[in-house]
């Protein structure tokens, strides 16, 4: 079965440092990948994905991620962060399997704490 | 929002009862899932619907169960609860292999 890894739990960054997230899976075949964004007691909210194409992926709010085949990685980055950025972030990857389930597999989740 | 409806919104109730959460999809998605969120367990898939019938289970324990109807809106039973089962509850919904759009969650705490 496939699984997702998110490097870090807990992220502290100060207002204006730049962000990244990592996320690995385990899968070789073809997989879809997202990260969604959960702001203290909300809903998740997609913030970007990847299906096919260029593996450079622009989002929402200034946020991007990498898709690295090669490394199995879908790293999320951002270069100036903001204090309306604290949340938690979820990594997620879909994979096909026979008879049309496609759940999404989510990664334990990193809590970041943006600090002004 | 995110066009998926999910109800309620809180829940209290006892160990050993049994509780019903509702999920209405985005209009026009087939797919409902249900997963669990928990601080120890994270997100945790228990089941997916396509059009009515049961496309994958994840997690869910027996004491589980849950149904799409006609209307497309999905109901997730829980029963003989314990207190492990205190968790949100997400709904969400997506077209046909597309992303899934999540509702507001149903928050469950069993006393």
């Known amino acids: 079965a496939q699984s997702v890894s998110q490097h870090n739990h807990h992220v502290i960054l100060s207002e204006a440092a730049s962000l990244e997230l990592g996320c690995n899976y385990s899968y070789g075949g073809t997989v879809n990948l997202f990260w969604y964004v959960q702001y203290p007691g909300q809903h998740l909210q997609l913030l970007l994905k990847y299906f096919s194409g260029d593996p450079l992926v622009k989002g929402i709010k200034g946020f991007e991620a990498e898709f690295i085949k090669s490394k199995f990685s879908f790293n999320l980055r951002k270069p100036s962060v903001q204090w309306s950025d604290t949340a938690e972030y979820f990594c997620?990857?879909?994979?096909?399997?026979?008879?049309?389930?496609?759940?999404?597999?989510f990664g334990k989740g990193t809590h970041l704490i943006i600090q002004p | 929002d995110s066009g998926v409806t999910q109800t309620p919104k809180h829940l209290i109730t006892a160990t050993g009862q049994r509780v019903t959460l509702r999920c209405s999809p985005r209009s026009g998605d087939l797919s409902v899932y249900w997963y669990q969120q928990s601080l120890d367990q994270g997100l945790q898939f228990l089941i997916q619907?396509?059009?009515?019938?049961?496309?994958a289970k994840g997690n869910i324990l027996e004491r589980f169960s849950a149904q799409q109807f006609p209307d497309l809106h999905s109901e997730l039973n829980l029963s003989s609860l314990e207190l492990g089962d205190s968790a949100l509850y997400f709904c969400?919904?997506?077209?046909?292999?597309?992303?899934?759009?999540f509702g507001e969650g149903s928050r469950l705490t069993v006393l």
């Open positions: 619907y396509y059009n009515g019938e049961e496309r």
């Open positions: 997620a990857v879909k994979v096909y399997s026979g008879g049309g389930a496609d759940g999404l597999t």
């Open positions: 969400a919904s997506s077209l046909f292999r597309g992303e899934l759009f």
